[in-house]
């Protein structure tokens, strides 16, 4: 089984900084890809980034591009997003998947952790 554990949300104001981490453990794969996603009560979640483990390679929306960065520590087994220039708009559960393709459904998740932007 493979366990993902999120932590360093809480409560900012707009125009702050915050950093999530996901650590990973349990069964390896010799690749997959990581990604983050939020979700708000009473709507759809919403992809965040995505990072492929042994490449590096990102993916992000536009509505986080130039704003969220994501990046892993291989020996930590750890995911990072780097959040930036928060808006209020970012408040949201902050969930961690993991991915065993690089295409497709995200095979294993993360309960969360709460982000609160203040205006």
């Known amino acids: 089984q493979v366990q993902l554990v999120e932590s360093g949300g809480g409560l900012v104001q707009a125009g702050s900084s915050l950093r999530l981490s996901c650590e990973v453990s349990g069964r390896a794969f010799s690749t997959f890809d990581m990604g983050w996603f939020r979700q708000v009560p009473g709507k759809e979640r919403e992809f965040v980034a995505n990072i492929n483990w042994s490449t590096g390679n990102t993916v992000y929306p536009p509505p986080v591009k130039d704003r969220f960065t994501i990046s892993r520590d291989k020996a930590k087994n750890t995911v990072y997003l780097q959040m930036n220039s928060l808006r209020p708009e970012d408040t949201a559960v902050y969930s961690c998947?993991?991915?065993?393709?690089?295409?497709?459904?995200?095979?294993?998740w993360g309960r969360g952790t709460q982000v609160t932007v203040s205006s």
């Open positions: 998947a993991l991915r065993i393709s690089t295409v497709g459904k995200y095979d294993y």
